[in-house]
């Protein structure tokens, strides 16, 4: 497997984050209180954004694993091997009050 560094989409962040911050800055200088809420929201919003997307690669590489080697995961395999049958029975009730 080849090992990303995801360099395209650290410098997107950070180049995103320090526009921010330079915003936030601005904001405070000049007194625009609303500005400066706005652009810390986005802070957050682009930072979780990374970390939750990062953290779905990572368990498409868990899962990847675990269907290339067996490992046991988030779901457990099934042996492939055996097969489960399952047997009911029914019994007649037409006749009975309920």
Same mark, same amino acid.
């Given at each position: 497997?080849?090992?990303?560094?995801?360099?395209?989409?650290?410098?997107?962040?950070?180049?995103?984050?320090?526009?921010?911050?330079?915003?936030?800055?601005f /904001? !405070?200088?000049? $007194?625009?209180?609303?500005?400066?809420?706005?652009?810390?929201?986005i802070?957050? +919003?682009?930072?979780? *954004?990374?970390?939750?997307?990062?953290?779905?690669?990572?368990? /498409? !590489?868990?899962? $990847?694993?675990?269907?290339?080697?067996?490992?046991?995961?988030?779901?457990?395999? +099934?042996?492939?091997? *055996?097969?489960?049958t399952?047997?009911?029975?029914?019994?007649?009730?037409?006749?009975?009050?309920?």
């Open positions: 497997m080849k090992h990303t560094t995801r360099f395209f989409s650290k410098l997107l962040v950070g180049i995103n984050i320090t526009l921010c911050w330079l915003t936030v800055f /904001a !405070v200088y000049y $007194s625009q209180g609303e500005v400066a809420i706005t652009a810390l929201s802070i957050a +919003a682009v930072i979780g *954004t990374y970390i939750g997307v990062g953290h779905m690669d990572y368990r /498409a !590489v868990l899962q $990847s694993m675990k269907r290339d080697v067996g490992m046991g995961g988030y779901y457990p395999s +099934a042996d492939p091997n *055996t097969t489960t399952t047997t009911t029975t029914s019994t007649d009730t037409s006749g009975q009050d309920q």
